[in-house]
């Protein structure tokens, strides 16, 4: 299975996780709220994944620990920020795709929890520059 068929099945995976979240808590809550429960959802799935990754960030050689953090990193494959705003704004679509390129990644979701309808909140963003990577160890 190539990196972008893995990593469109494990949007799924999210996604469906993220609905069943949003269906029994709504719109309205804190990010972190959403954060916990989207984990723990994950897990009920049998998913693998981490929290609060570091974002590796370079600059012509010079590594910089600027403190970058990803919400949650599935499978190391698939890169996932939790929003709970108003609105999804140009800086969180650019936020994710900065990640997804310093991370190597081709795939990133973002899923802002604070709308009535949970599709109307959730972004996937591609990064056309990833290049080829291990797949995920089993």
Same mark, same amino acid.
């Given at each position: 299975?190539?990196?972008?068929? #893995?990593?469109?099945?494990? /949007?799924?995976?999210? !996604?469906?996780?993220?609905?069943? +979240?949003? *269906?029994?808590?709504?719109? &309205?809550?804190?990010? /972190?709220?959403?954060?916990?429960? #989207? &984990?723990? =959802? #994950? ?9 609060? +990754?570091? +974002?590796?960030? /370079?600059?012509?050689?010079?590594? !910089?620990?600027? &403190?970058?953090? %990803?919400?949650?990193? +599935? =499978?190391?494959?698939? %890169? ?6 108003? /609105? $999804? =704004? ?15 990644? @081709?795939?990133?979701? #973002? !899923?802002?929890?604070?709308? @009535? $309808?949970? *599709?109307? &909140? %959730?972004? *996937? ?6 290049? @080829? ?6």
């Amino acid at each position: 299975m190539g990196t972008l068929d #893995l990593g469109g099945r494990l /949007s799924g995976v999210v !996604i469906g996780a993220a609905l069943e +979240v949003h *269906r029994a808590l709504g719109p &309205g809550l804190l990010e /972190s709220v959403y954060l916990q429960c #989207l &984990g723990h =959802e #994950l897990e009920r799935r049998e998913v693998k994944f981490r929290r609060e +990754v570091p +974002v590796p960030v /370079s600059y012509r050689g010079l590594k !910089i620990g600027a &403190g970058y953090r %990803i919400d949650l990193f +599935v =499978e190391d494959e698939l %890169i996932v920020e939790v929003k709970a705003q108003r /609105s $999804i =704004e140009e800086v969180h679509l650019a936020q994710v795709l900065t990640y997804l390129r310093c991370m190597n990644k @081709p795939l990133g979701l #973002l !899923i802002n929890f604070d709308v @009535p $309808i949970l *599709r109307q &909140g %959730i972004r *996937r963003v591609a990064n056309s520059r990833a290049g @080829p990577t291990t797949p995920p160890k089993r």
